[in-house]
């Protein structure tokens, strides 16, 4: 069976997935580029943004999961595009026209429309359907392979409350970012079925991964 997985999902010290006040300038908030400075600064990073150089080490290692053995990803509609992104037809979301998934992508959202090919192999499917239901339409599509639930953190904490997620892998961040939209709310007792390994990068982010109890690989 194939594994349901979070990977490089980055929140503050205080709990927060994304800032508050997204807009098309700020897809993040007010919380800017922090929560992904780590990631960005990664040789994996750099090969994302197609550019030279990057560190190696842990947060290498880590991040460079993000597409291994994925054949399908689940997001949110907060992050395929910014508040409105729905009265505008003509929205790709904001990765421009190679978005770096890659792979069948459903968004979910109340406001349904055609399905969206991109270049390097991203379609865009958009689906308005409870989290297990679109787990099974994302599960359809992968082939086989692990489905990843790519957040934001509203729709990631429906994942986590309904316990479809096998392995999350979150990135402690050491800020403080005070508003947005938290991660861990109405969570309580969650890291019970899970096992939990933390590990703290030089560079002062913590990476954590809870494997569910049983999961196989
Ligand atoms: N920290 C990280 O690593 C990370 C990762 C990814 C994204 N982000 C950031 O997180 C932010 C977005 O997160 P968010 O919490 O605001 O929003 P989100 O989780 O991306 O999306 C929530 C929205 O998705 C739609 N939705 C959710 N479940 C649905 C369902 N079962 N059926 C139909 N529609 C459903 C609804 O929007 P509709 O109004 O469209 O129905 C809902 O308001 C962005 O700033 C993004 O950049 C952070």
């Known amino acids: 069976m194939s594994l349901v997985r979070v990977q490089n999902f980055s929140i503050s010290l205080d709990g927060f997935g994304t800032g508050d006040g997204q807009?098309?300038?700020?897809?993040?908030?007010?919380?800017?580029?922090?929560?992904?400075?780590?990631?960005?600064a990664t040789r994996w990073g750099h090969e994302l943004l197609g550019r030279p150089g990057g560190t190696g080490g842990i947060d290498d290692a880590f991040a460079r999961l993000f597409?291994?053995?994925?054949?399908?990803?689940?997001?949110?509609?907060?992050?395929?595009?910014?508040?409105?992104?729905h009265s505008d037809p003509d929205w790709h979301g904001p990765w421009?026209?190679?978005?770096?998934?890659?792979t069948p992508v459903f968004v979910l959202t109340h406001h349904s429309r055609p399905s969206l090919e991109m270049d390097?192999?991203?379609?865009?499917?958009?689906l308005d359907a409870p989290p297990a239901e679109a787990l099974e339409a994302a599960r359809a599509a992968a082939g086989g392979l692990d489905v990843r639930i790519g957040?934001?953190?509203?729709?990631?904490?429906?994942?986590?409350?309904?316990?479809?997620?096998?392995?999350?892998?979150?990135?402690?961040v050491p800020i403080l970012l005070g508003r947005g939209?938290?991660?861990?709310?109405?969570?309580?007792?969650f890291d019970r079925n899970y096992t939990i390994e933390t590990m703290?990068?030089?560079?002062?982010?913590?990476?954590?991964?809870?494997?569910?109890?049983?999961?196989?690989?």
């Open 96 to 102: 421009g026209p190679n978005p770096p998934f890659h």
């Open 200 to 217: 703290v990068s030089p560079t002062g982010v913590t990476h954590l991964t809870f494997t569910r109890t049983g999961a196989d690989g």
């Open 151 to 172: 957040g934001g953190p509203s729709m990631l904490r429906d994942f986590l409350a309904a316990g479809l997620v096998d392995h999350l892998h979150v990135v402690v």
């Open 120 to 126: 390097g192999g991203t379609t865009f499917h958009f």
């Open 23 to 40: 807009s098309l300038d700020a897809p993040f908030g007010h919380a800017g580029e922090r929560l992904h400075e780590w990631m960005f």
């Open 181 to 189: 939209v938290r991660l861990w709310d109405g969570l309580e007792d």
């Open 67 to 85: 597409s291994v053995g994925i054949g399908a990803e689940i997001m949110g509609s907060g992050k395929f595009g910014p508040p409105g992104w």
